[in-house]
């Protein structure tokens, strides 16, 4: 299994940047997993839109769905090319209902609702989606491959049950969204960097990668308090970084 960064920041993307959206490529084929804001210029530096087998939406945040609605217009296109036959698959919550329409507008899209504790075979890996801690139905995806094991942990606060999701996956990736001072005094379905290393340490994550990153902040503070609290192999998110599992 292989797993890109294509976007990494949020709330919006820095110069050059992009809000949440990354490859997984598994046994050939090519999942795009959340769609942010700038994913899709960074898809094209690998291969054309029509050529992915699935999308995948943690959850309906326009920083993770943004570039979807101009993917379905790359479809669009290449199916009226001649490109691309089937519909492309986009598995995302059902809920907010609005939203979830928008998602089934054309007859080359196909949604389909993801649901707790579900689990999707695929070539080479089965994914199983897993509530989280945030603002509206969001789902944390386990994907278990022949031998390895990612955990994405889409956007998510403290209270998230990772424990029961999975222990020790080779590659935890989790957000981060505030340095720990910044912290909102209200919950707000999101870790602090601080609290994603020490949910990492929990789960005794091999590799901790830390994503979903204010733009304002620099590496080397992320990485400060990271290191703080998770001893294993941390990486922080940029475009382009990449490990093969
Ligand atoms: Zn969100």
Redesign the pocket.
């Given at each position: 299994m292989k797993w890109t960064v294509l976007g990494c920041q949020?709330p919006y993307p820095g110069p050059g940047g992009g809000t949440p959206g990354y490859l997984l490529e598994v046994s050939g084929q090519r999942i795009l997993v959340d769609c942010g804001s700038g994913v899709l210029s960074k898809l094209g530096c690998y291969f054309q839109p029509h050529q992915l087998d699935a999308v995948w939406l943690s959850?309906l945040?326009f920083?993770?769905i943004a570039d979807f609605f101009v993917l379905q217009y790359a479809v669009k296109t290449e199916v009226r090319l001649g490109r691309r036959k089937a519909p492309l698959t986009v598995y995302a919550p059902a809920e907010p209902a609005d939203w979830a329409e928008k998602l089934n507008k054309y007859p080359y899209v196909l949604h389909q609702s993801i649901h707790e504790g579900q689990t999707y075979p695929f070539h080479g890996c089965e994914i199983t989606a897993h509530r989280t801690e945030?603002?509206?139905p969001?789902y944390a995806l386990k994907i278990q491959g022949q031998e390895k094991v990612i955990l994405y942990g889409?956007?998510a606060g403290p209270s998230t049950p990772w424990n029961s999701m999975c222990i020790q996956p080779d590659l935890f990736v989790c957000e981060g969204t505030f340095l720990h001072q910044d912290l909102p005094l209200q919950p707000v379905?999101?870790h602090s960097v601080l609290q994603a290393a020490m949910a990492a340490q929990r789960i005794k994550a091999h590799r901790l990668l830390l994503t979903h990153l204010y733009p304002g902040y620099s590496h080397q503070s992320l990485w400060n308090e990271a290191s703080s609290a998770y001893s294993g192999q941390l990486s922080i998110a940029s475009p382009g970084w990449s490990i093969s599992l």
């Open positions: 949020s959850h945040h920083d993770h945030h603002a509206i969001c889409a956007d379905g999101h």
